[in-house]
């Protein structure tokens, strides 16, 4: 069992930045990080393999959010800059820890998901 723990997120004026951080309790392998704002589906936003050597992006951010992690933190990071009110939603980071044949982008790939964080953007 790993429980994930967020933080960061909050209220942030339109155009600036926000960084939210995963803690896992134990090892993971690839992790990610999701949002779901009301009345849309759940999006996939990023994916960082267990070495981080691999990162990948949903095209629709169009490079203002970068995924990173510490492993000797056991930790995740979403930065996320020029952020705009559509960014507006609940963020979810997610792990996996066994090898499935989900994609990285399917959120069925992932075993353990954080409690969520709300991030608002004022116009």
């Known amino acids: 069992q790993v429980q994930l723990v967020q933080s960061g997120g909050g209220l942030v004026q339109a155009g600036g930045s926000l960084t939210l951080s995963c803690a896992a309790s134990?090892?993971?392998?690839?992790m990610a990080w999701f949002r779901h704002a009301p009345g849309r589906q759940r999006q996939f936003l990023a994916f960082t393999s267990r070495s981080g050597g691999n990162s990948y992006y949903a095209d629709f951010l169009k490079g203002r959010f970068t995924i990173s992690r510490d492993n000797s933190k056991n930790t995740v990071y979403l930065q996320m800059n020029s952020l705009e009110p559509e960014d507006a939603a609940v963020y979810y980071c997610?792990?996996?820890?066994?090898?499935?044949?989900?994609?990285?982008?399917?959120?069925?790939?992932?075993?353990?998901w954080g409690q969520g964080t709300q991030v608002t953007v004022s116009s």
């Open positions: 997610a792990a996996e820890v066994s090898n499935t044949s989900a994609a990285y982008y399917n959120s069925l790939r992932y075993n353990y």
């Open positions: 134990g090892r993971t392998l690839g």
